[in-house]
T-cell receptor, first 108, second 111 residues
Framework: KNEVEQSPQNLTAQEGEFITINCSYS?????LHWLQQHPGGGIVSLFM???GKKKHGRLIATINIQEKHSSLHITASHPRDSAVYIC??????????FGKGTKLTVNP | NAGVTQTPKFRVLKTGQSMTLLCAQD?????MYWYRQDPGMGLRLIHY???????AKGEVPDGYNVSRLKKQNFLLGLESAAPSQTSVYFC??????????FGQGTRLTVV
């Protein structure tokens, strides 16, 4: 069983919709990362959080340490948000354990 | 700043050939990592380094070797490539308590 589970695996939305991607982890962590991978393949960090909530533009990330659960929300989704979103749990030596990713497609 | 740079970006190898992937970072990060990404699976850690001159095994180290002779560079070697090593390889770097930065990836095909 993967230590980091994401849902859903695939998500299709219409432009403007509110999107939620979920991440559950079973290991002790020092932080939880949300990453974005575009079709070109590059991976960029969106958020790193160890408690509470962070917001950047239309993206919001939350984490509940007690429940070992995190969510990534996208408000007013846009086709350019289409990408794979990856959750990763950070442990010792800053190592990351990754979920399998959620492929998001936003249609115009 | 260039961030994290991987070379090469693409490579085709024949079974049994060797090659070295280079990862360079200009952010003075202590930690560096090599991951592989395969369809249907999350990124998996091959080897990592917590500082110059140190290396350690990750989740899937077999068939790979690494070296970190300089703080800014982390090399991943394949001594005798196998088709099972066909993958996309990502290098990343970070410092304590901060986000990770990733290279653009190397697409390796072993035939």
């Amino acid at each position: 069983k993967n230590e980091v589970e994401q849902s859903p695996q695939n998500l299709t939305a219409q432009e403007g919709e509110f999107i939620t991607i979920n991440c559950s982890y079973s290991v002790g962590i020092s932080a939880l990362h949300w990453l974005q991978q575009h079709p070109g393949g590059g991976i960029v960090s969106l958020f790193m959080l160890s408690s509470g909530k962070k917001k950047h533009g239309r993206l919001i990330a939350t984490i509940n340490i007690q429940e070992k659960h995190s969510s990534l929300h996208i408000t007013a989704s846009h086709p350019r948000d289409s990408a794979v979103y990856i959750c990763a749990a950070q442990g010792g030596s800053e190592k990351l354990v990754f979920g399998k990713g959620t492929k998001l497609t936003v249609n115009p | 700043n260039a961030g994290v740079t991987q070379t090469p970006k693409f490579r085709v190898l024949k079974t049994g050939q060797s090659m070295t992937l280079l990862c360079a970072q200009d952010m003075n990060h202590e930690y560096m990592y090599w991951y592989r990404q395969d369809p249907g699976m999350g990124l998996r850690l091959i080897h990592y380094s917590v500082g110059e001159g140190t290396t350690a095994k990750g989740e899937v180290p077999d068939g790979y070797n690494v070296s970190r002779l300089k703080k800014q560079n982390f090399l991943l070697g394949l001594e005798s490539a196998a088709p099972s090593q066909t993958s996309v390889y990502f290098c990343a770097s970070s410092r304590t308590g901060a986000e990770a930065f990733f290279g653009q990836g190397t697409r390796l095909t072993v035939v």
